[in-house]
């Protein structure tokens, strides 16, 4: 079974371009949680998503950011118009229901804007 | 706003001592609290984890206390190895045990 897979490890775009980032879930859950990290921080939450549903977009900055889980294929996360700020290391999660006691993270997608 | 937060940026160990890291929480209301470990370039890795009706928690070689007088919770490793050469982070799962509120992080350096 494998895990939590995200793709691409690294991804570099220059300012203006867009980042899509994908994460396919472990085998079974249908639950995907969209994390970022800014070098030596924390995890901060951006986005809950079942299948073809956003259940908590509360972390989600208002503009540029989005975030999809269709029912067939990866979670996408979609950043518009890049600016170096958005630069960090974005985790995905998931898990085989809510409030499941255990939500498995991916390597993450680096992301460096240039 | 409420948060997660730890002591200690950076904790020294000698191999074979053994680790406590700590971590303050803020909001009362949190009732499920988890530990995490992250290597270099690598995705967060569960360690353990405790629910607010109990005060302690053991795994293999990890302890984690947990005090809700004061909103304190720390992760105890027996015998620290090499390869717990780490950031750990302390996680608040509130009210939703997807959406986690995560602390700053502590590193920890295990020397020989």
């Known amino acids: 079974n494998a895990g939590v897979m995200q793709n691409p490890r690294h991804l570099v775009r220059r300012r203006g371009q867009e980042a899509r980032l994908r994460c396919s879930p472990m085998?079974?859950?249908?639950?995907v949680y969209w994390y970022r990290q800014l070098p030596e921080e924390g995890l901060k939450f951006m986005v809950y998503?079942?299948?073809?549903?956003?259940?908590?977009e509360s972390g989600m900055p208002k503009e540029r950011f989005s975030a999809e889980f269709p029912k067939e294929g990866p979670s996408i996360l979609r950043i518009q118009q890049v600016v170096r700020g958005d630069s960090a290391a974005y985790f995905c999660a998931s898990s085989p229901k809510e409030q499941n006691t255990e939500a498995f993270f991916g390597q993450g997608t680096r992301l460096t804007v240039v | 706003g409420e948060s997660v937060g730890l002591h200690l940026p950076t904790l020294s160990v000698q191999e074979g001592d053994n680790s406590i890291i700590n971590c303050a929480y803020s909001?009362?209301?949190?009732?499920?609290f988890i530990w995490y470990k992250q290597e270099s370039g690598k995705g967060p890795q569960f360690i353990i984890d405790i629910r607010s009706n109990m005060d302690k928690r053991q795994g293999q070689r990890v302890t984690v206390l947990l005090n809700k007088t004061v909103k304190h919770l720390s992760l105890q490793i027996a015998a620290t190895q090499p390869g717990d050469s780490a950031v750990y982070f302390c996680?608040?799962?509130?009210?939703?045990?997807?959406?986690?509120?995560f602390g700053a992080g502590t590193q920890v350096v295990v020397t020989p």
């Open positions: 085998k079974g859950h249908s639950h």
């Open positions: 909001n009362s209301a949190s009732d499920y």
């Open positions: 998503l079942q299948k073809e549903n956003i259940i908590d």
């Open positions: 996680a608040d799962a509130g009210d939703s045990w997807g959406k986690l509120q």
